[in-house]
């Protein structure tokens, strides 16, 4: 499709299976993946021979980063790797969507969250390191190699707490939501294993003022 509306649909609606079914109605969930979409992008409808939408000053610049660029600025991740940040929540800017964390706003416009690339090369080891809770939801989109984890599930009145091992193999990712105990590693299962390569991805959510209209919560 042209302009790039295939894109649009695929985030924004279902697929569908049955192409003599009666078009559905539309739901609260495809509204906020449309609004989400807008809010990443700054669009808003634009009629002709009228001044075009303003740009919002938080808009970022593009930017192009790569594994091989030794400028990029590096880190310590919080199991003792060491990451190269493709792109810093500054570069970023707050533009992955208030609608998505806050629900639909009172005031359009807000700004919102916003998020941290890394690459990662863990070499291969005998067992994970001491596990880290984030505030944030973290994202690991393994490239090469099989990346392993090690989660716990929290204690709830029906059951204790328990230890899940999840590998997230080449092209696959794993989400972890705020809150939750885990650990990564290359676990070595051969005497030549090369390194797992994976991405890391930090959600960081704007703050989201109380609405009197919606909450996603409720």
Same mark, same amino acid.
């Given at each position: /499709?042209?302009?790039?509306?295939?894109?649009?649909? &695929?985030? !924004?609606?279902?697929?569908?299976?049955? @192409? @003599?079914?009666?078009? =559905?109605?539309? +739901?609260?969930?495809? *509204?906020?993946?449309?609004?989400?979409?807008?809010?990443?992008?700054?669009?808003?409808? &634009?009629?002709?021979? +009228?001044?075009?939408?303003?740009?919002?000053?938080?808009?970022?610049? &593009?930017?192009?980063?790569?594994?091989?660029?030794?400028?990029?600025?590096?880190?310590?991740?919080?199991?003792?790797?060491? %990451?190269?940040?493709?792109?810093?929540?500054?570069?970023?800017?707050?533009?992955?969507?208030?609608?998505?964390?806050?629900?639909?706003?009172?005031?359009?416009?807000?700004?919102?969250?916003?998020?941290?690339?890394? @690459?990662?090369?863990?070499?291969?080891? !005998?067992?994970?390191?001491?596990?880290?809770?984030?505030? @944030?939801?973290?994202?690991?989109?393994? /490239?090469?190699?099989?990346?392993?984890? %090690?989660?716990?599930?929290?204690?709830?009145? #029906?059951?204790?707490?328990? +230890?899940?091992?999840? +590998?997230?193999?080449?092209?696959?990712?794993?989400? *972890?939501?705020?809150?939750? =105990?885990?650990? *990564?590693?290359? *676990? %070595?299962?051969?005497? #030549?294993?090369?390194?797992?390569?994976?991405?890391?991805?930090?959600?960081?959510?704007?703050?989201?003022?109380?609405?009197?209209?919606?909450?996603? #919560?409720?």
């Amino acid at each position: /499709m042209p302009g790039g509306l295939d894109e649009f649909f &695929h985030n !924004s609606g279902v697929p569908v299976t049955d @192409y @003599y079914a009666p078009i =559905p109605p539309i +739901t609260i969930e495809e *509204i906020l993946r449309t609004a989400f979409w807008a809010e990443q992008r700054g669009d808003a409808l &634009h009629f002709p021979n +009228t001044p075009a939408p303003p740009v919002p000053a938080y808009t970022p610049d &593009h930017v192009i980063s790569s594994i091989s660029d030794s400028t990029r600025p590096t880190k310590t991740g919080p199991f003792g790797e060491k %990451r190269l940040v493709l792109l810093t929540p500054q570069e970023v800017g707050n533009i992955t969507g208030a609608t998505a964390f806050c629900g639909p706003p009172p005031i359009p416009g807000r700004p919102g969250g916003t998020v941290e690339y890394s @690459y990662v090369a863990l070499q291969p080891s !005998s067992g994970f390191p001491g596990q880290y809770i984030s505030p @944030y939801t973290e994202v690991f989109f393994t /490239m090469t190699g099989n990346l392993s984890l %090690r989660l716990e599930t929290q204690r709830t009145a #029906n059951s204790a707490a328990q +230890t899940r091992f999840v +590998t997230v193999e080449p092209l696959t990712f794993i989400q *972890i939501e705020p809150g939750v =105990p885990f650990s *990564i590693a290359n *676990i %070595r299962n051969s005497p #030549n294993q090369a390194n797992t390569e994976t991405l890391a991805i930090s959600v960081i959510p704007p703050v989201c003022p109380p609405s009197p209209f919606f909450s996603l #919560n409720q």
